[in-house]
């Protein structure tokens, strides 16, 4: 019995192929409930973006580009040690695990530090969406006051729920590395968990990269006339 409880395989598995068919399938519903939900949020953003293009093109102006600049460097930077974790989990090389994954968990905590002094701003300057939203259009680039609340709205509610899944993906990665660290034969003899989570960190990351160009890089209207509402 203490042989088949140390073992990677789970006592409801046959062997480790039918534990890891498990695994992927699990993982792959899960990834498509997520892509289905974020699809709906990129629908509705869609569709107010074309009804309302040039608003939006003045109310995104008081965004930096800059600093989501910053942040799209750095989950790229963190997708590319994940990838390096995963490549070190296929050859079992535990040191190079314990010593990469701390590095994504970090550009995950860097990531949320950026998105806390963002938000701070636009928090400062009344830019959150409810009765308290700003009333003076030029701290919206002379946008119509109304529709650049429903710019904001999604902002923080699309960014805000993509910050949720980084979060949740620095506690997932924490357990994996705890895992490796307790020598458990669960990601030691078998390296799928650890693609698992690999792949669920890259779902975060390829979500910011349609949510980068989206809120940050609006091409200018060709209709918009400067200085009109």
Known sequence: MAAHTDSPVKFQYHDIDQQNDTYIIGMWSFMVT???FFGGLFLIYSLYRGNYQADWYKAH?????????????????????????VRAAQRKDRTSVLAILPVVIGCGALFMAIKYWEYSTKIQDHLYP????????????HANLDHAQLFYGLYFGMTGLHGVHVV???????????????????????????ELVGLY???VDIVWIFLYPLFY?????YNLIEGGH
């Open 201 to 203: 960190w890259h779902f």
């Open 168 to 194: 949740v993906g620095m506690l997932i990665i924490s357990v994996l590395w705890l895992k490796w660290y307790q020598r458990k034969k669960i990601v030691t003899e078998d390296f799928i968990p650890t």
């Open 34 to 36: 997520e892509i289905m």
């Open 61 to 85: 102006e008081h965004l930096s580009w800059q600093w989501g600049g910053v942040n799209t460097a750095n989950l790229l930077v963190s997708s590319m040690f994940m990838a390096l974790a």
């Open 130 to 141: 409810g009765p308290s939203f700003t009333t003076d259009p030029a701290m919206v680039h």
């Open 217 to 221: 890089l609006m091409p200018r209207p």
